[in-house]
């Protein structure tokens, strides 16, 4: 049973920067989803940002721009490299994947996707 495992959260100021990591175990297809998702305390669970086997990325309008999701060389560690973070960024962030399958990044953002594996999330908090 593969295994997502999240790391690097914490709390920043406003302004600050923060990079997310998220290790695969095992990895074992050569196509694949990933992302990463959201939610904050009382708001609905959403897409922030996802790739796919091919390298293409979907983001949503929230965070584009200063957010980049990527992954390592061997493949079996996801990141997202959080700039530029307000206050209404707090949230519990979980990565995710489906492996054997390529969905188009922009679906599993919107949600119109679900990618089945998810790790046990990591907090970020934000202050003003």
């Known amino acids: 049973q593969a295994q997502l495992v999240e790391s690097g959260g914490g709390s920043v100021q406003a302004g600050g920067s923060l990079r997310l990591s998220c290790s695969a175990s095992?990895?074992?297809?050569?196509?694949?989803?990933l992302g990463w998702f959201r939610q904050a305390l009382g708001k609905e669970y959403e897409g922030v940002a996802a790739?796919?086997?091919?390298?293409?990325?979907a983001y949503a309008d929230s965070v584009k721009g200063r957010f980049t999701i990527s992954q390592n060389n061997a493949k079996d560690t996801l990141y997202l490299q959080m700039d530029d973070l307000k206050p209404e960024d707090s949230a519990t962030y979980y990565c995710?994947?489906?492996?054997?399958?390529?969905?188009?990044?922009?679906?599993?953002?919107?949600?119109?996707?679900?990618?089945?594996?998810r790790g046990q999330g990591t907090l970020v908090t934000v202050s003003s």
């Open positions: 095992p990895y074992t297809s050569r196509s694949y989803s």
């Open positions: 995710a994947a489906d492996w054997g399958t390529d969905w188009t990044p922009s679906a599993v953002v919107s949600g119109i996707r679900v990618l089945n594996v």
């Open positions: 790739l796919d086997s091919n390298g293409y990325t």
